[in-house]
């Protein structure tokens, strides 16, 4: 089979990429941020025969934690105490991400945002209501904005 690679028609077909498998983020305080994920955004964090073998070694030697989400994707937390960010400020550092969205069942929102609010995370904006439902952005620990979103209650 022979492709073209100036032909305006290459590329993968639609459909053949199936979900997000996996997200890295470098982290300057990996308790803090296994705090965040784990013990307040409430994933499971992947330990034991759970690591990918790849990581393993990363994981026990406290450079890795990876956590998943229930619906299998995984959050791989690189310890990175040295990186800093471009601008101590998140508002004004340039990153190539702008935020990681979780969904979330609508009857289960405002129970959310009031633990982000207990746990004293740093609010950006919201709780705010569109026409495509509710959502709340926030930071993490290195000041990436994660927002929690749902869909519109039916009426």
Known sequence: ???????????????????????????????????????????????????????????????VANFVTPDGMVIDLFYEPDLLPPDPDPKRAFTRANHLAFDIDPQLFDGAVEVLKAQQVAIDSGPVTRPTGRGIYFYDPDGFIIEIRCNPLDS
């Open 1 to 63: 089979m022979q492709i073209n690679l100036e032909s305006s028609t290459f590329a993968i077909a639609p459909g053949r990429l199936r979900r997000v498998h996996h997200i890295a983020f470098n982290v300057r305080d990996l308790a803090a941020s296994r705090h965040f994920y784990g013990q307040i955004l409430g994933l499971h964090e992947l330990t034991g025969d759970e690591v990918p073998t790849t990581l393993r070694e990363l994981v026990a030697t406290g450079k």
